[in-house]
């Protein structure tokens, strides 16, 4: 009996030809051992802060190697991503996409499968909540996100309510 062991520190196809002693002739015992790398994700084409309702644009994609898809695939707000926002696999591309209906921090994790070792692509998206007001009447509402902006609404009798987003 011949044992190979050990554990590779390279991936790729390795033919071996052990020769064998005693006996009469030359034998040699041969083989192939295949090892097959571990599988790996990209970091996030982007981490983006957006609105709530507001569809993710640019998609955010994570290039991987050595899988086959991935946990969830298609599945809305699976692997910690927001209500509404999906992650798909194609071509070893994971593209996340949608437009997130709850706002928070959100960190996901998406397992990758089908190849060597345990790999999750990772990544945070923001979704912010639409600002509020509170007894206003006339027009204007700051838009998400914009800071440094000050607004004025025009009231009731000529006065005015002004504000100004941090």
């Known amino acids: 009996t011949i044992t190979i062991s050990g554990t590779p520190s390279a991936s790729g196809t390795f033919n071996y030809s052990i020769p064998l002693t005693g006996g009469c002739g030359t034998v040699n015992a041969t083989g192939t051992i295949t090892v097959t790398p571990d599988m790996t994700a990209s970091v996030a084409s982007s981490t983006p802060t957006l609105c709530?309702?507001?569809?993710?644009?640019?998609?955010?994609?994570?290039?991987?190697?050595?899988a086959t898809g991935i946990s969830n695939d298609g599945v809305d707000g699976a692997n910690g991503l927001p209500t509404g926002v999906s992650a798909t696999w194609s071509g070893n591309t994971i593209t996340i996409s949608g437009t997130p209906s709850a706002s928070g921090t959100f960190n996901y994790s998406i397992p990758l499968t089908g190849g060597c070792g345990t790999v999750n692509a990772t990544g945070t998206i923001t979704v912010n909540a639409l600002p509020t007001t509170s007894v206003i009447t006339g027009t204007g509402t700051p838009a998400c996100n914009e800071s440094?902006?000050?607004?004025s609404v025009d009231l009731t009798a000529g006065s005015k309510y002004v504000w100004t987003v941090p």
């Open 52 to 66: 709530i309702n507001t569809a993710i644009s640019p998609d955010i994609t994570h290039t991987t190697t050595g």
């Open 148 to 151: 440094g902006v000050t607004y």
